[in-house]
């Protein structure tokens, strides 16, 4: 194995880039790869080398591992680039931008039910992450107001253990205990009764979310906060609901009006949700959004006066880009509501359709895959001896390039190992069609082994 210190001082072999005799850039024989070259070359030149190079990732519109958006459409890719120099937190320098952020954040609270439109308060963000931490921290210092004077003992947050990392890290950066109720097979999501068994005068809120990552399901978010008012109003403690709509967010509005998961239930104090997920928007925006100010406390609000004027922050980042919030508003701007509808719905009706032919194959069996997000998992049907396991049939898609992950279930139910495909803008009927033939003929020519294929790393395959 090759030596890390050397590879980072580029001593190791393979460490300079050696450009055939057609593609030498400007007579360079080699390119080194882990230090800065000592003289530059042309921008063709360093384009190609580059693009090169990414040919070897894999396709993003056959990734069905993620849900981050991989398409827009031409019009949108040109703002992104005639965009692309604008900082988001310097209001100042670019006061149009920063207007037009509070309109999608108005726009957004109008979405999630927000009575009225002028009370909330919200901000975009790099991603959830950004937004769950922020909405986290809020959450953690309006329990430390409640509790200041008192012998009250570590503060706590309680989610299912189907939750989303960025809880984890949320609870590990921040000191806050987390409480995770275990996923089982007759309860594979949050429940109220949980929920409620879970807390104490020391829970900063609740975490619902409306789109398990492993399975697409929403969770309960009125039962939970039915529950926690009938605890409240028993004596018990006030525990607040923030609800992680990182995927849900930009879907159920949409696709399933009538269910009261928003600011509709007075319990939600604050939403998260990606844009840059069933947004439709390229990487690199979140949204979290609070029902009025009085729940986001004034001294995690920085006034910053060197960027031209002085003006509110609120993020764990300080520069970052514009582009992405103008990409979300030319989104709301050309699809409206009745488009987003439209999209969303050709979205679950192709999660549907892949549900169905996905059950039909011989050996595989859906376990989610009907309502919730646009999202299709599945199992390898029990078998007497199974000859081959689903990181072999992940393996196998590969082949044809398709990029999906097989992974086990949260703790409880870690012996069980699925798969998942997650639908999006751009996965379009007649691309579910060739997927459907391709898991088709992997699943006969797996079974078609003559001995058991030899063990796939699971590592190799996906990071959940």
């Known amino acids: 194995m090759a030596d890390l210190g050397k590879v980072l001082s580029g001593t190791e072999m393979g460490a300079t880039i050696r450009p055939g005799l057609l593609?030498?850039?400007?007579?360079?024989?080699?390119?080194?790869?882990?230090?800065?070259?000592?003289?530059?070359?042309?921008?063709?030149?360093?384009?190609?080398?580059?693009?090169?190079?990414?040919?070897?990732?894999?396709?993003?519109?056959?990734?069905?591992?993620?849900?981050?958006?991989?398409?827009?459409?031409?019009?949108?890719?040109?703002?992104?680039?005639?965009?692309?120099?604008?900082?988001?937190?310097?209001?100042?320098?670019?006061?149009?931008?920063?207007?037009?952020?509070?309109?999608?954040?108005?726009?957004?609270?109008?979405?999630?039910?927000?009575?009225?439109a002028g009370s909330v308060i919200g901000t975009s963000t790099t991603g959830s992450s950004e937004a769950c931490m922020l909405a986290g921290l809020a959450l953690k210092r309006r329990w430390q107001q409640r509790v200041q004077g008192t012998s009250a003992g570590p503060p706590n947050i309680v989610f299912s253990s189907a939750v989303q990392v960025v809880w984890e890290k949320f609870a590990n950066y921040f000191e806050v205990e987390p409480r995770y109720v275990p996923v089982t097979a007759d309860s594979p999501y949050l429940t109220a009764e949980a929920a409620v068994a879970a807390c104490d005068e020391n829970t900063i809120g609740v975490v619902p979310i409306l789109g398990v990552t492993y399975t697409g399901a929403f969770e309960p978010v009125q039962e939970i906060a039915a529950a926690l008012d009938r605890l409240a109003d028993g004596g018990g403690p006030d525990v607040p609901i923030h609800v992680d709509a990182a995927s849900g967010g930009f879907i159920a509005p949409f696709l399933d009006p009538e269910l009261a998961w928003d600011f509709r239930l007075p319990r939600v104090h604050s939403i998260n949700s990606s844009g840059h997920k069933y947004g439709h928007v390229y990487p690199g925006l979140g949204w979290v959004v609070w029902r009025s100010r009085e729940f986001l406390p004034d001294e995690l609000i920085f006034k910053v006066a060197y960027l031209g004027g002085e003006m509110d922050t609120f993020g764990l980042n300080f520069s970052r880009p514009g582009s992405q919030v103008l990409l979300q508003y030319y989104n709301f701007l050309r699809l409206g509501w009745s488009g987003y509808r439209r999209v969303q719905s050709e979205l679950r009706r192709v999660a549907d359709y892949l549900a169905?032919?996905?059950?039909?194959?011989?050996?595989?069996?859906?376990?989610?895959?009907?309502?919730?997000?646009?999202?299709?998992?599945?199992?390898?049907?029990?078998?007497?001896?199974?000859?081959?396991?689903?990181?072999?049939?992940?393996?196998?898609?590969?082949?044809?390039?398709?990029?999906?992950?097989?992974?086990?279930?949260?703790?409880?139910?870690?012996?069980?190992?699925?798969?998942?495909?997650?639908?999006?803008?751009?996965?379009?009927?007649?691309?579910?069609?060739?997927?459907?033939?391709?898991?088709?003929?992997?699943?006969?020519?797996?079974?078609?082994?003559?001995?058991?294929?030899?063990?796939?790393?699971s590592a190799a395959v996906f990071h959940h």
Not at 395 to 410: C, I, S
């Open 356 to 457: 169905d032919e996905i059950a039909a194959i011989p050996g595989l069996e859906v376990v989610s895959g009907r309502g919730g997000l646009p999202v299709v998992a599945w199992q390898q049907a029990i078998r007497s001896k199974p000859a081959w396991d689903l990181h072999h049939l992940s393996a196998k898609l590969r082949e044809r390039g398709w990029q999906v992950p097989a992974y086990p279930l949260p703790e409880a139910l870690a012996d069980r190992l699925i798969m998942r495909a997650v639908v999006r803008n751009g996965f379009r009927s007649d691309l579910a069609e060739i997927f459907v033939q391709d898991l088709q003929r992997a699943v006969a020519d797996l079974d078609a082994l003559p001995s058991a294929p030899p063990p796939v790393r």
């Open 23 to 116: 593609g030498n850039p400007e007579g360079v024989e080699e390119i080194p790869r882990y230090r800065l070259p000592e003289e530059g070359m042309d921008p063709r030149s360093a384009y190609q080398l580059i693009r090169g190079e990414i040919d070897l990732d894999g396709s993003a519109r056959l990734n069905l591992a993620t849900f981050v958006t991989t398409y827009m459409e031409p019009e949108a890719v040109q703002l992104l680039t005639e965009s692309a120099e604008k900082n988001m937190v310097d209001k100042d320098e670019y006061p149009q931008t920063a207007a037009i952020e509070q309109r999608c954040v108005t726009m957004i609270g109008h979405l999630w039910s927000a009575g009225d």
